[in-house]
């Protein structure tokens, strides 16, 4: 995987801000990074989570710090409450580390605490988040006041760079566009840890196959009532693969319609999409 260092020369430590570890596109992006800036560049990295939990955690390298500033058993929200103060002390004993956020709202929670400890030039921030689809107008209002004060923002594309631009920092200047990394060799050895069984399909049945992390964001809720409005001859299943908040809310949506066989697979048990 080609991936650089954040600077020329390399900082003493790199400090990965992230709600938890819940199974996204983000959060596997940044696990990579750190495992990377640890084994192969020797950089000293921390993972700082809101809340301990989510299935990768196993997936960080030993050579990682994972620094938790709540308790696990603390709901998200709570967790957020008392972590400022450990965010707060975290960025005070380690002022010669770089700081690097994702997430619109955690990129928001991260710049506030900078806020308070003077620390904004020490926050590179990384949005992948379209700006139409943040619909909390408070959080509009906020990602406008702090997103100007980080030191870098990384845009995953030319458009969301644009789009950044536009809405919310009135120019481009501060905005470096880099795309998601590919890591070619764990996708070969995932790929050949499992010997996959020949499984005949029905051309009577659609299989359907959904992977991504369950949040609004993502529209499975839309997927769900598209596919139960379907003619009722098409015989279709649907898997989702992922976790996240919205699981529940899903879960219940889909007993609700009741139009068609559902079935779940958390991360932790990503062979069984090799099967599907």
């Not at 709600?19 to 800036?37: F, H, I, K, Q």
Request: some cysteine; glycine content about 4%; hydrophobic content about 45%.
């Amino acid at each position: 995987m080609a991936v650089q260092s954040v600077t020329k020369k390399s900082p003493k430590k790199i400090a990965i801000i992230l709600p938890d570890l819940s199974v996204g596109g983000a959060e596997r992006v940044m696990v990579r990074l750190a495992n990377y800036w640890a084994e192969n560049q020797n950089i000293a990295t921390d993972i700082v989570l809101i809340r301990r939990s989510g299935a990768l955690i196993s997936e960080v390298s030993s050579r990682v710090n994972i620094i938790s500033l709540a308790q696990q058993n603390r709901c998200f929200w709570v967790s957020a409450l008392f972590g400022v103060w450990g965010l707060i002390i975290y960025m005070h004993r380690n002022k010669q580390s770089v700081f690097l956020s994702t997430l619109t709202g955690t990129n928001i929670y991260s710049l506030f605490v900078a806020y308070l400890t003077q620390s904004q030039k020490r926050i590179t921030i990384r949005e992948a988040c379209a700006t139409v689809n943040i619909t909390s107008s408070i959080k509009r209002y906020l990602a406008k006041l702090f997103y100007r004060g980080a030191r870098r923002v990384i845009a995953v594309s030319h458009d969301v760079k644009i789009d950044l631009a536009k809405n919310f920092l009135h120019t481009d200047k501060n905005i470096d566009v880099i795309n998601n990394p590919i890591d070619i060799d764990a996708i070969k050895k995932m790929a050949n840890s499992v010997k996959l069984p020949v499984v005949k399909s029905s051309v009577d049945t659609i299989s359907i196959v959904a992977v991504g992390r369950l949040s609004y964001q993502k529209g499975f809720d839309i997927l769900l009532n598209r596919l139960a409005a379907l003619e009722d001859q098409i015989t279709w299943t649907l898997t989702l693969i992922g976790e996240g908040r919205e699981s529940p809310s899903l879960m219940a949506q889909a007993s609700e319609l009741g139009k068609f066989v559902i079935k779940y697979c958390f991360w932790g048990k990503w062979q069984i999409l090799m099967r599907l």
